[in-house]
């Protein structure tokens, strides 16, 4: 079978070895850094297969294992697809997003595919710009100028949100991945909303009606 699971979030000073962890507020942090943790982010897919002792075991070589990080090309679809508010420099167009950050719960569908939840996606934007302001919409989502301490935006432009305005809304969707297809793109479903997305549970009547619930980890 495959096991799926999530990689919500990292401790920046264990990812890039910072002791005492305490330095990581004074370290100066490179790309390198911050791309090493944008990569312990995202979905594991792996093929497990159960001995004959009963114990479970990873198929190291199976052609299903892949890591889906901060920086795996997504696919954005649904009615938010192609906003202006979605638009960046890197996506003129709205079209697809890199990686999906804070993954918190999950959830499947009876067609085999993995729902992961993008969480307190806030968390990893800032700015440089002492002068920053946030405006209403970034208020309402918590983005703030300092972020929740990961510095990303000090040596990775795209989360500067005074650079790119628009990339914190890219975040904060449902996020359908096929684990059996190994070179497909996970797609970013904007039509079941945009929150703090803790959880996605799908079920299907008799009639094939499908109802999906969703948790809001915030207010």
Known sequence: GLLVTNSEYVDPPLV????????YATTTLTLEMV???????GVNVL??????????EVNRRSKY???????????????????????????????????????????YTPWGTYLTCEE?????FGSKNSAFVQNSHESRYGVTRSGFGYRWHEADDRFDIDL????????GWVVEIDPWDP?????????????????AALSVDAKNNVALYMGDDER
């Not at 890039?16 to 330095?23: C, L």
């Not at 790119?164 to 975040?171: A, G, K, Q, V, W």
């Open 164 to 171: 790119n305005r628009n990339e914190p809304n890219r975040f």
């Open 35 to 41: 791309r090493a943790q944008q990569a312990g982010h």
């Open 47 to 56: 093929e497990i297969v159960q001995m004959k002792t009963q114990s479970w």
């Open 16 to 23: 890039n070895n910072i002791i005492p962890s305490t330095d």
């Open 65 to 107: 294992n892949r890591r889906i990080t901060g920086n795996t090309k997504t696919i954005l679809s649904g009615p938010a697809a192609g906003n202006p508010m979605m638009q960046t420099q890197a996506d003129p167009k709205g079209r697809f997003v890199l990686g999906t950050l804070n993954n918190c719960a999950n959830g």
């Open 120 to 124: 307190n996606f806030n968390g990893y």
């Open 183 to 199: 070179k497909s793109t996970p797609i970013k479903r904007t039509a079941l909303g945009r929150f703090k997305h803790e959880s």
